[in-house]
């Protein structure tokens, strides 16, 4: 006899509709696409809106407090991460993605729309930090929420290909961060873009915000969460975590530092560094990087699916060994060439490509459900603030002393200890998240 449990396990399983299928991996994707495409305007659009935040005069001082606040805001991810994560764990995965994406779609429009300093003068800059410190938290909680969810709602012998989607939706929102960039750009003069065109993109991350609230709007809670709900929730998550599980969270530590390193250097510094270093011309930089990232796109599903024939495990330690042996090699060897800069970028995404695809899994496999979001949300976020938010910064003082070799020095000291970390956890395919 069909139990309600076996009934539900169906529905949402390899037994689900298609259409079902698909809105599930949406709804579980689409706030880490719009997350990624705001951090990629916000980057990428300083240099026109940052002198409408701050008083006139000094053109590079604005830009520095301009990328200061963005840096804030990425520090508020570890508290995103905790407090959402919480959140998450006590109320359910569908009333967190709820939350984390509103909150994504208000930051974008606060943005949008904060009048200049010339207009309403010191507010502007606090406005502006505001909806970046709203925006990290978000960012914090996006992903552990996310995560969470499509790894429970996913049939165990599919969760890694439903996993992949998490890192696949982060690489369509910076390509069409990218692609928006490029049209304004092409289409409005300077003083255009200055003056108004940089609030075009934040209005569009705001209703891809709201896009993304309507499609989540309907999605059941997840048969794991309903399960825990009913055994009681954890009244003292972070303390429970760090009391039964602390080896799981060293574990996610060490997954996270190989792979900090691995996002900001091949989606963010290879084309600067081949700028820069090898005085390659900006448009054959960025055009290499950007197909790169295509490719990066198209091989999660592929990568993930193959984690749920073989195992998590050679994956991880191929990801981390190929860094380990070649990363230093190919770095110093770099052309200014479109086949070098393609090569090398090559090299890093479809290697980072191999965790990516299944980092939602492989996290939510280490922790029961009763703690799984703030399990995966506190560390991971805690490391890629401290590495990532540090990485730009360490690497221009390194360039400014002509010691930039040091820095994948340190890169392959991450990889040394992700490495180890891989070769003795133990493997999670097909575990129940029960």
């Known amino acids: 006899m069909s139990t309600p449990s076996a009934t539900l396990r169906a529905t949402q399983g390899a037994n689900a509709a ?4 698909a809105r599930t991996i949406l709804a579980g994707s689409v706030g880490n696409a719009v997350e990624w495409f705001d951090w990629t305007i916000y980057a990428s659009f300083a240099i026109f809106f940052s002198k409408q935040f701050f008083p006139e005069g000094n053109e590079t001082a604005a830009l520095l407090a301009t990328f200061g606040i963005f840096a804030v805001g990425f520090f508020m991810r570890p508290v995103g991460g ?12 569908k009333a967190a993605l709820g939350l984390t994406i509103l909150m994504m779609a208000g930051g974008s429009l606060i943005i949008a729309v904060t009048p200049t300093y010339a207009t309403i003068g010191l507010a502007a800059p606090l406005l502006l930090t505001a909806a970046r410190l709203l925006q990290g938290l978000s960012l914090g909680g996006e992903y552990a929420s996310a995560t969470t969810f499509l790894a429970e709602m996913a049939p165990p012998n599919k969760r890694g290909f439903y996993s992949s989607f998490v890192f696949f939706s982060a690489a369509v929102g910076i390509l069409a961060a990218s692609a928006v960039g490029w049209l304004l750009t092409s289409t409005l003069s300077k003083a255009e873009m200055a003056d108004w065109g940089w609030r075009i993109p934040f209005f569009l991350g705001a209703l891809g915000g709201l896009a993304g609230m309507w499609i989540r709007r309907a999605i059941p809670e997840t048969e794991a969460f309903s399960h825990a709900k009913k055994a009681g929730v954890e009244k003292q998550p972070l303390r429970t975590l760090m009391r039964e599980h602390p080896r799981e969270v060293l574990r996610i530590v060490g997954f996270s530092i190989l792979t900090t390193f691995a996002f900001y250097i091949f ?9 820069r270093q090898v005085k390659a011309d900006p448009q054959v930089a960025f055009a290499a990087n950007t197909v790169a990232l295509i490719v990066f796109m198209l091989v999660q599903p592929v990568f993930g699916m193959l984690s749920d024939r073989i195992g998590r495990k050679p994956q991880l330690i191929f990801f981390a060994a190929g860094y380990l042996v070649f990363f230093y090699p190919l770095m110093t060897t770099l052309g200014p060439s479109f086949g070098s800069i393609l090569a090398v970028e090559l090299f890093g995404l479809v290697l980072y490509a191999m965790y990516t695809s299944i980092a939602p899994a492989i996290m939510s496999e280490q922790f029961p459900t009763s703690v799984r979001a703030v399990g995966i949300g506190t560390p991971y976020n805690l490391v890629v603030a401290l590495l990532g938010g540090t990485t730009p910064y360490l690497l221009t003082w390194l360039q400014s002393k002509g010691m930039e070799r040091w820095f994948f020095y340190y890169v392959l000291a991450g990889a040394v200890i992700t490495l180890i970390t891989f070769i003795r956890m133990p493997e999670t395919r097909g575990q129940s998240l029960k």
């Open 82 to 93: 905790w407090v959402l994560g919480i959140f998450s764990d006590r109320y359910g995965r």
């Open 18 to 21: 298609p259409v079902s299928r």
């Open 267 to 275: 989606v963010a510094y290879v084309p600067t560094y081949a700028i």
